[in-house]
């Protein structure tokens, strides 16, 4: 028994480290990896026999591994393997494979709860204890084998591609089902006496196949039939020859390829054919191609363009327009008219309208389309589309009950509280976050630490300082990480749902599951409304930790450009917008400039104030109080008049001035009193009519979070 333990443990370890081809791919479950449904899967490309005439498609390129052999030999390991396993249970005479549900335990799945229900003691002197099997008894190994040459060359290509590409990429994980779905895919081409699993629709072999498995039927649809459907997935993608001229554009197994993409990048598929018109399907996707090869455009803004331009199909359609030349200036402003009827006039939708009249100019004036009838289908300063970002700090006693019950207690998941107390800190945008590099972070040279990354919102590199005890951690994260995946790791923080251990690949989180792993956090900790604000809470929105960096940091002192800086923004319109400075921190500053002033010109025997500088003063409580600033980050601010109140990008709040509003109203009536009793009519007037819009403002709109 000791020799086969070793022979196991030696097995495992070669196959975790073994330098296969690795290309990390995001999926979900271990089996329904791929994102598209069985009812989507396109037609895989037939693959003629060899004979008189017959085209010879190119061959699939093969990953090297043990399926490379002509005899494939696999190992039934009693028990349960698991994705998160890696070595052997430290258990005496059990088998089972190493559940890494905790980094420190070297036990298997069944052994680690009991020692857990043994109130953890220490793992040596509990692994060495007698203990019952986790199952009835350890049963023998056997060794079960698949000979490829028994196969046609085209079928035995395909398998061989497919269960390379998906093992090594670590979205398969060698199990019973996987090792049942194998033997059954060899039954199925001798079976039928195929030479290809092309020969077949994919609906046909599953058909076949269920027909063919001993087991129930329930089984089967559960553990085999979602390895057959991601298997003839798969072959769809490693047999398209040119992916551009598909009217479906998978992202996962063919564009991430194409495009050279970073392993956790996921995308969409874009569905060129909702787009039903030739002359205008064929011009967009030879624009596009054109646009991603450049990389003047991201995948997401592919997407938009595909959605607009569907919508755009529809209406066409509708119209009975058959023809490029007939779409005019006139048909599609009728096209913006019924897309605000049946949507309503948001934002989204103007925005979008605008994206496809921005690109049906493109295409006339680039000359994919030039039988299109107008070059402008819209002028500058029509449907214009304004965004409005309205930050949303944590409520000061939300933040506090965040930090004593998630940040600081031992019942959050080690992981996602390192992660929060790095939100916390930092305050990285969700996706910044779950993809960090694990070389982000730097040693100063003085014991401290600083943080380096890439922003591909704003394609810039943030950097900023961290403290010396949150960058220990997370030196500490990074060792821990390597350790279990190696290192050529890239991620600090990998989702271990998500990895596969048994493969050595690390996936991160998806940023969805990570907000509803920090939203279930909060409604067990109790964390679901704010005491001053009345609002609800929801965990989900992490990225209110970057408005309360901001907000705190103006609160502290900081400069506008020092936030900007911090937070890695791109403009201050932005930083003004993400970082809302605090209404009485304002009011008490202001007051104490203008206390400043009087007594500068007091002490300089100075009688009256200047008007500049009292201008200067009210300019500067006008600007945040009142509202919002709407202007566009390109655009420069023209000091008017009334600054503000009196101009066109002033947006009002929604009630959460109303006290500041109050007290510069009475900051407002308390000068101009003082203004007529020196006689200062300059600053008497200047004060009046602000006063007067301010009373004449609405603070009535709706604003989307950023």
């Known amino acids: 028994m000791p020799q086969v333990r070793t022979y196991i443990s030696t097995l495992l370890r070669t196959i975790s480290t073994r330098s296969w081809p690795r290309r990390l791919i995001s999926s979900g479950t271990e089996a329904r990896s791929d994102p598209m449904p069985s009812s989507h899967i396109p037609e895989v490309p037939s693959r003629q026999a060899p004979g008189p005439g017959a085209e010879q498609r190119p061959p699939l390129p093969l990953i090297n591994g043990p399926w490379s052999q002509d005899e494939w030999a696999i190992l039934d390991i009693p028990g349960r393997r698991l994705r998160m396993s890696s070595g052997v249970c430290a258990v005496v005479d059990c088998l089972g494979p190493r559940y890494a549900g905790d980094g420190q335990v070297s036990l298997c799945h069944g052994h680690f709860w009991r020692w857990k229900r043994d109130n953890e003691p220490p793992v040596g002197d509990w692994a060495v204890r007698p203990h019952r099997p986790v199952m009835k008894k350890n049963l023998p190994l056997s060794v079960r084998s698949v000979k490829f040459s028994d196969l046609p060359p085209a079928a035995a290509e395909e398998i061989r591609y497919v269960f390379g590409f998906k093992l090594t990429n670590g979205d398969w994980t060698p199990i019973p089902a996987l090792r049942k779905c194998l033997e059954l895919l060899f039954q199925l081409i001798l079976t039928k006496d195929a030479w290809s699993f092309t020969d077949r629709r994919f609906e046909d072999w599953i058909l076949i196949a269920r027909q063919l498995y001993p087991g129930a039927n329930i089984t089967f649809e559960r553990s085999i039939a979602p390895y057959l459907r991601t298997f003839f997935s798969t072959l769809n993608r490693g047999l398209i020859t040119d992916p551009w001229a598909e009217d479906v554009w998978l992202w996962k197994g063919m564009f991430d390829r194409v495009m050279g993409a970073e392993a956790y990048t996921t995308h969409m598929n874009i569905n060129w054919s909702r787009i039903t018109q030739d002359w205008l399907r064929e011009p967009l996707k030879a624009h596009a191609r054109q646009s991603l090869q450049a990389s003047t455009r991201t995948w997401g803004t592919i997407g938009t363009w595909c959605d607009g331009f569907s919508k755009l199909s529809s209406h066409l359609a ?58 402008i289908y819209l002028r500058s300063g029509e449907n214009p589309a304004i965004r409005i970002r309205s930050p949303r700090p944590w409520p000061k006693d939300t933040i506090t009950q965040i930090e004593s019950r998630i940040l600081e207690s031992d019942r959050t998941d080690p992981q996602i509280r390192l992660m929060l107390r790095f939100c916390r800190w930092a305050g990285p945008r969700v996706s910044e976050l779950v993809s960090l590099p694990i070389d982000s972070l730097m040693e100063n040279g003085k014991g401290g630490y600083w943080v380096e990354y890439w922003m591909p919102k704003v394609s810039r590199v943030r950097r900023f300082p961290i403290v010396q005890e949150l960058g220990q951690e997370l030196a500490t994260e990074a060792l821990a990480v390597r350790s279990l995946f190696g290192p050529t790791t890239t991620l600090l923080f990998p989702s271990l749902s998500r990895s596969n ?86 009011n008490r500053k202001t007051d104490e400039f203008h206390r400043m002033v009087q007594a500068e010109r007091a002490a300089a025997g100075i009688a009256h104030t200047d008007p500049r500088v009292e201008r200067l003063r009210e300019m500067l409580t006008a600007v945040l109080p009142a509202g919002y600033c709407a202007l566009p980050a390109n655009k420069a601010c023209v000091v008017r008049e009334n600054p503000c109140l009196t101009c066109s990008f002033h947006v009002p709040g929604n009630g959460e001035f109303d006290a500041s509003r109050s007290t510069y109203r009475a900051q407002l009536e308390r000068r101009i009193v003082e203004a007529t009793d020196a006689g200062q009519d300059a600053i008497k007037e200047i004060n009046t009519r602000i006063l007067s819009a301010l009373d004449g403002s609405a603070p009535s709109i709706d604003r989307s979070n950023p």
């Open 318 to 375: 509708l119209m009975n327009l058959a023809e490029p030349e007939l779409l005019t200036r006139t048909v599609f402003l009728g096209f913006l008219e019924e897309q605000r009827a049946r949507y309503g006039d948001s934002g989204n939708l103007r925005q979008r309208v605008n994206t496809t009249a921005q690109v049906l100019m493109n295409l006339k004036l680039e000359g994919f389309q030039p039988r299109l009838a107008s070059e």
């Open 501 to 586: 251990l048994s493969a050595g690949v690390a996936r991160p989180w998806s940023a969805s599951g990570f907000r509803i792993n920090v939203r279930s956090i909060f409604i067990e900790n109790g964390i679901l409304s704010s005491a001053i604000t009345g609002e609800l809470i929801s965990g989900a929105d992490i990225h209110r930790f970057r408005h309360n960096i901001g907000t705190e940091l103006l609160d502290a002192g900081w400069t506008q450009g020092q936030v900007m800086e911090f937070l890695g923004h791109d403009s201050p319109t932005m930083t003004s917008a993400y970082a809302k400075i605090l209404d009485e921190t304002l």
